[in-house]
């Protein structure tokens, strides 16, 4: 009975041996190997051998992206405004040996540090850039946890700030100030506006007075230019007129003709006289006025007809007769 318990008792020590000998390590993963307490390697996906009571896996890594959220801190800005800031950090184990023995916990560690360099960033900074340049801190806190987790064996991939909570006395003050702004920007629209409102009314009233004045220089020139036509056409129908009555004088019996047309001017101007006065009207009985006249434009139609007849070519004026002057030599009411 013994001797039948030791076959079972050789089949479990060789399970415990081959499950202590035999190790599989999963995909993105990195395992420490010790061999009697001293490094002795980095054990890769896959299976891994080790020797049974000497060989153990002292530590097991993860190599896959890692989001740590980094506590939220009060930070104080250049301008000693306080920030409560938080962010989240991504790192990355590069170097599983290091991040075993490089440090006892690289994950409090990549933690402290982000925080300290958060600190030290936001300081250098007045509150304004902090909400700008987001970009910059991000970036500067990356930098500076980088070169100091090289000797954890970590890489840290990038920072992120999640929130940035000023005091709420300082939130109601940039409230104002960003009314205040807009308010401003509304004004100087309003005076933009009325401005450019302004220039438009002047540039039209300017223009409208050039069409206008345009307009009426036109006009001028037209009115003048119909006004000179107007005189040359009178001029020419005059200066046609004369003409056909020097060639009608210049007929026989033209200046008898004219003679008559002369004294019935002459009695329908002293008749016009008469009756326009409100007095009595006394005209002399010596006509020789009427006469005179007479002749005076007969003298005047024979000096026109000189330069088509000759000198000599014009007949004599006849005077008017006695009766017709004797006629006149009464009282006209």
């Known amino acids: 009975m013994e001797y039948a318990a030791v076959p079972l008792v050789i089949l479990v020590i060789a399970i415990?041996?081959?499950?202590?000998?035999?190790?599989?390590?999963?995909?993105?993963?990195?395992?420490?190997?010790?061999?009697l307490g001293k490094y002795h390697g980095t054990m890769t996906p896959g299976p891994n051998f080790l020797i049974p009571?000497?060989?153990?896996?002292?530590?097991?890594?993860?190599?896959?992206?890692?989001?740590?959220?980094?506590?939220?801190?009060?930070?104080?800005?250049?301008?000693?405004?306080?920030?409560?800031?938080?962010?989240?950090?991504?790192?990355?184990?590069?170097?599983?040996?290091?991040?075993?023995?490089?440090?006892?916990?690289?994950?409090?560690?990549?933690?402290?540090?982000?925080?300290?360099?958060?600190?030290?960033?936001?300081?250098?900074?007045?509150?304004?850039?902090?909400?700008?340049?987001?970009?910059?801190?991000?970036?500067?806190?990356?930098?500076?946890?980088?070169?100091?987790?090289?000797?954890?064996g970590v890489k840290v991939l990038r920072y992120e700030i999640k929130d940035l909570t000023p005091p709420n006395e300082i939130l109601h003050a940039m409230q104002r100030q960003i009314t205040a702004e807009r308010e401003k920007r509304a004004l100087?629209?309003?005076?933009?506006?009325?401005?450019?409102?302004?220039?438009?009314?002047?540039?039209?009233?300017?223009?409208?007075?050039?069409?206008r004045s345009e307009g009426a220089k036109q006009a001028e020139i037209n009115k003048a230019q119909g006004e000179a036509a107007a005189i040359v056409a009178v001029a020419d129908a005059?200066?046609?007129?004369?003409?056909?009555?020097?060639?009608?004088?210049?007929?026989?019996?033209?200046?008898?003709?004219?003679?008559?047309?002369?004294?019935?001017?002459?009695?329908?101007?002293?008749?016009?006289?008469a009756e326009d006065s409100k007095t009595t009207l006394v005209i002399p009985a010596n006509m020789s006025e009427v006469s005179g006249l007479i002749a005076s434009a007969m003298k005047m139609i024979g000096s026109v007809r000189t330069p088509a007849g000759g000198p000599g070519a014009a007949a004599p004026v006849a005077a008017p007769s006695p009766q017709f002057s004797s006629e006149w030599g009464r009282d006209v009411r």
């Open 188 to 211: 100087i629209a309003a005076s933009e506006g009325r401005r450019q409102e302004q220039i438009n009314i002047a540039t039209g009233e300017r223009e409208a007075f050039i069409a």
């Open 53 to 152: 009571f000497i060989d153990r896996v002292a530590y097991k890594h993860s190599l896959k992206e890692i989001p740590l959220d980094v506590p939220s801190q009060v930070c104080i800005t250049r301008d000693n405004t306080q920030l409560q800031v938080d962010g989240i950090l991504y790192f990355q184990v590069t170097d599983p040996m290091r991040a075993s023995y490089g440090s006892s916990n690289y994950i409090m560690a990549v933690t402290q540090l982000a925080q300290t360099s958060l600190r030290s960033v936001i300081g250098k900074l007045e509150l304004d850039k902090t909400f700008e340049e987001r970009d910059i801190i991000n970036s500067q806190i990356v930098s500076a946890i980088d070169e100091a987790a090289l000797n954890w």
């Open 238 to 273: 005059t200066a046609d007129a004369i003409r056909k009555v020097a060639e009608a004088i210049r007929q026989p019996g033209g200046e008898q003709a004219v003679q008559l047309k002369v004294a019935e001017r002459a009695v329908d101007a002293f008749g016009k006289v």
């Open 16 to 35: 415990i041996v081959i499950t202590q000998s035999v190790k599989f390590v999963p995909q993105q993963n990195a395992w420490v190997r010790e061999r």
